[in-house]
């Protein structure tokens, strides 16, 4: 069993950045590949990045690409989701999710795909 636990949640202006993190345990964080989603009130949870297993390949949403980026430190069981140019709309709960690697497997980029959820973290960004 993998439990995850976010931080680093608050309000920021925008233009703003923020640092999540997500603490894995009873797991080595070496064999998980590792994503992060977020959701707001009445909309489904919607992805947002995801680093693999072995920390070769990262996909973002568009929606934060050049803004967002994903890094893994496995010495510390940690992943981390570096925010910069935060926008209102970026507000959300950010959830941290895990599954198990597979060599040689599409990159798992849908909420089915992932077996271990955190418990979430508030980020909200004011105009």
């Known amino acids: 069993q993998v439990q995850l636990v976010e931080s680093g949640g608050g309000l920021v202006q925008a233009g703003g950045s923020l640092r999540l993190s997500c603490a894995a345990s009873?797991?080595?964080?070496?064999?998980?590949?590792m994503a992060w989603f977020r959701q707001v009130p009445g909309k489904e949870r919607e992805f947002v990045t995801t680093?693999?297993?072995?920390?070769?390949?990262?996909y973002y949403a568009d929606s934060v690409k050049g803004r967002f980026t994903i890094s893994r430190d496995n010495a510390k069981n940690t992943v981390y989701l570096q925010m910069n140019s935060l926008k209102p709309e970026d507000t959300a709960v950010y959830y941290c999710?895990?599954?198990?690697?597979?060599?040689?497997?599409?990159?798992?980029?849908?909420?089915?795909?992932?077996?271990?959820w955190g418990q979430g973290t508030q980020v909200t960004v004011s105009s």
């Open positions: 009873g797991r080595s964080l070496s064999s998980l590949t």
């Open positions: 680093i693999t297993w072995s920390g070769v390949t990262t």
């Open positions: 999710a895990a599954v198990p690697g597979q060599p040689g497997t599409p990159v798992p980029l849908g909420t089915s795909h992932y077996d271990y």
